[in-house]
């Protein structure tokens, strides 16, 4: 089968990753006609519709989703490719969690684009999962089990939760001198399940959380602010408060840590495997983890 007239990919690569024939439109420059007539050939030469009209907007059938991630691949091949011959930065865009973004990642950056300066660097922060073949995206930092369809996923770092409070909280409550001591104390995220699994090894078979108490947070930094302020004691992990237990704004009274069962990970589209680019944040990430890991395992040996 030959390959269907460039201009029409074009035109599908911008309609399958907005979703929309009338944004498509404004980003090429054509009109929303155009638009039409170009999709309209592709799927005459493709055999099957590629799109579904919804009162909400335009759904990818099988066949365009089948077609759209190697579309947005090749489009961005050539987008490096062009730019590149022209003296251009080329861009990395990366996208993460709010936590990971603000307590790992942001002040980590700057190294990297130290190292490489031929690179300008985008962070964008969304709790939600990227999609890879509609959003402009080269790389994600995600948290779950690894196992994303048509994506290389590259572990970082386990999930590790304990708890920590505030130097006036402490004093309020303390000292704690065992596991046990912690329940009475205010908890923040008082359902997350890893507060039965930290008691629960360490040997603390009752939990006495109390019913009234739901502050709820679903970012760790936002958590950790809380504790922070001294409204409660929290699960947090370690690995995103280095300054705060170093500086003695958060306290970790003790060492034993909850793994729960899901990881943080790096993920990109296969496609892209063999971008320098790609190949080259995933270095950089994985020394900066390996250095970290280091030092956390000075700190507890300390």
């Not at 603390?204 to 504790?227: D, I």
Request: hydrophobic fraction near 40%; charged fraction near 25%.
């Amino acid at each position: 089968m030959e390959l269907p007239p460039l201009s029409a990919l074009r035109v599908f690569d911008a309609a399958s990753r907005q979703l929309s024939f009338t944004r498509a439109a404004e980003t090429l420059g054509m009109t929303q006609a155009a638009v039409s007539y170009q999709i309209k050939l592709l799927e005459e030469r493709l055999g099957g519709q590629l799109f579904l009209r919804k009162p909400k907007g335009l759904e990818l059938t099988e066949l365009g989703q089948r077609y759209a991630g190697p579309t947005a691949d090749a489009f961005a091949t050539l987008r490096e490719a062009f730019s590149s011959r022209h003296g251009h930065p080329e861009t990395m865009s990366i996208s993460t969690m709010i936590t990971i973004a603000s307590n790992w990642l942001s002040h980590r950056l700057g190294r990297f684009q130290f190292q490489h300066p031929e690179l300008a660097v985008r962070l964008e922060t969304d709790d939600k999962l990227v999609d890879f073949a509609r959003q402009d995206v080269d790389v994600a930092l995600r948290y779950g089990f690894g196992d994303w369809d048509g994506l290389v996923s590259q572990k970082l770092f386990d999930s590790e939760l304990t708890p920590m409070l505030s130097p006036a909280l402490l004093k309020e409550y303390g000292p704690l001198k065992g596991p046990a001591d912690v329940i009475p104390l205010p908890w923040l995220n008082n359902t997350h399940r890893g507060w039965d699994g930290w008691l629960r090894q360490n040997n603390v078979a009752e939990l006495a959380c109390a019913p009234t108490r739901r502050l709820e947070f679903e970012a760790q930094s936002h958590l950790g602010r809380a504790a922070l302020a001294g409204e409660g004691i929290a699960l947090l992990n370690p690995r995103f408060f280095r300054l705060e237990l170093a500086t003695g704004t958060l306290v970790q009274p003790f060492k034993s840590v909850w793994r729960g069962e899901k990881s943080y990970w790096l993920v990109y589209p296969h496609a892209r495997r063999n971008r320098p680019a790609i190949k080259a944040f995933q270095r950089f990430v994985l020394d900066e983890v390996a250095a970290e890991d280091s030092a956390l395992d000075q700190a507890g040996a300390a």
